[in-house]
């Protein structure tokens, strides 16, 4: 009897070791921070499908959570903090629970801000609108592996091997492309960006094809002077006469607004408001107002997050109320 007893309870504790890495559907393996223009991305990475939850907690300090189901951590670290990003001060991960298997990823913020996730497969792309903070080099928790100085801007890409006459182009991040067993010319690819403010340049001096062309970059300037009528090209918020400079639009407080109408754009709403002076304000979320900012624009109220004396209070307008008064 003590001996099918042992047997059992050895069973019993396999089961328990195994069992949640069986359920691990992927690993968690990367995490990267970038800015690109006034966006600021982080990137998690994952070798198979991630299945997540997120949500923001507005108590300080203010935290993004996101929760990656049946995932493994599989990061180098737990905590990485001194960031190069404004906004993201530092990022906490953790294997947060066995059974069942959840990964925990907590990005602190410091600051009430919109966000948006991204489901691409094997990655999860989280952005931030951050058009106040300043550029940086991008961050991330595992940098590739380089061996050694490239020697050209082809070699940042890839590195050429040949072993049995077969030539095959292994990148930096370690993946080996397909081997290639016919000699091919290399084709070049260039690609030309346009700005939408600006023309497209006229090149300066042609020279024999596939040498450097110069070009040179003009901007147009274009003024325009309103000889005392209204500007078109300023935003529709601005009106009345007097006290304020032309163009200039002060940020409306909360207690003075009167919600009036809603439109739909791009299939986000975007809420019509008036202060009690008659001038209009266009609303959408992620919008400052004084003291606050947008929290959301549905199609009957809008809902504002205002933060005073270090804690953050809700107001929302309702549309049906204003309308029967």
Known sequence: MNKYLKYTIILLISLIICIPNALANCKI???DIAKVNNITYTTIYADSAIDFEHNIILEEPIRLVVDLKNCEHDLPQKDYFSLPSATIKSIRTSQFSLAPMITRLVFDIGKPITYTVRDAGDKLIISFPTPNDPDFEP???VEPELDEEPESAADLATD?????????VVRRSGKPAQPDTQKKSPKKVVRKVVRRDEP?????EIKEKGKVIETKHERKNVVYRS????DPFASLAVTGKGSRAFGVLPL???EELTFVG????????????????GNAYILKAGDKIKGGWVSRVTDDDIV????EFGWTRTVTLNLQDIIDK
């Not at 000889?227 to 209204?230: I, K, Q």
């Not at 504002?304 to 933060?307: K, L, N, R, V």
């Open 29 to 31: 393996s990367n995490i």
């Open 139 to 141: 961050w991330a928790a």
């Open 160 to 168: 050429v091997e040949e072993e049995d006459g077969i030539k095959r």
């Open 200 to 204: 497209e340049p006229e090149p300066k």
């Open 227 to 230: 000889r005392g009528t209204r």
């Open 252 to 254: 409306p407080t909360v």
């Open 262 to 277: 809603v439109l739909e754009s791009n299939g986000k709403n975007i809420a019509l408001c008036e202060d009690a002076e």
């Open 304 to 307: 504002f997050a205002i933060s």
